[in-house]
């Protein structure tokens, strides 16, 4: 059964971490049911997502979901483009993403980097099939990237590399 959910009064499944200082903002389609039921982004226990943020140096030490108000400290910030509903990919309504809403973000809070956290996000959000990797167009001033899914049901598509390859560009401007 597929549960959806709406938060009451336009309240968001998990609360964006953004600010105006950041250098990179990780961006999904939506919380997965964890997520929601822990209130914390990347909860399930198969999501490579906090263990990859630590083993390619984005983070100086590991952190727990519960955290991820933390990552501001490391100049990094949170969102989803499904900010109303929980749920895997395929589950959710087509008019569930709101690119106008994550287009405001970005240009208001301008990070350096905006990167996608799956091609899916990248999709919806851009509108266009994309590679891994930077990307050749920007959102204003802000560089825009696709990464592998960490989610354990993207398993077969998992590859740290392109991970790797965006902290070492995060590391060229600080």
């Not at 919380?31 to 039921?37: F, M, Q, V």
């Not at 970005?106 to 990797?133: D, E």
């Amino acid at each position: 059964m597929v549960r959806m959910v709406t938060p009451r009064a336009g309240r968001h499944v998990l609360p964006d971490v953004l600010r105006s200082d950041l250098d990179l903002v990780f961006c999904g389609t939506a919380a997965g049911r964890a997520s929601a039921a822990a209130g914390a982004y990347y909860a399930h226990p198969g999501n490579f997502f906090w263990r990859t943020v630590h083993a390619v140096g984005l983070v100086t030490g590991p952190l727990a979901p519960r955290e991820f108000r933390r990552l501001p400290e490391f100049g990094i910030g949170l969102t989803d483009l499904a900010k109303h509903h929980v749920g895997n990919d395929g589950e959710l309504p087509a008019d569930a993403f709101d690119t106008a809403a994550l287009r405001r973000k970005i240009r208001r809070h301008a990070p350096r980097l905006l990167a996608f956290t799956s091609k899916n996000a990248a999709q919806a959000a851009l509108g266009l099939a994309t590679a891994y990797g930077p990307q050749a167009f920007r959102w204003g001033p802000t560089a825009l990237w696709v990464l592998p899914s960490p989610s354990g049901q993207a398993r077969r598509f998992w590859d740290e590399r392109p991970w790797r390859d965006l902290a070492a560009a995060v590391r060229a401007f600080r």
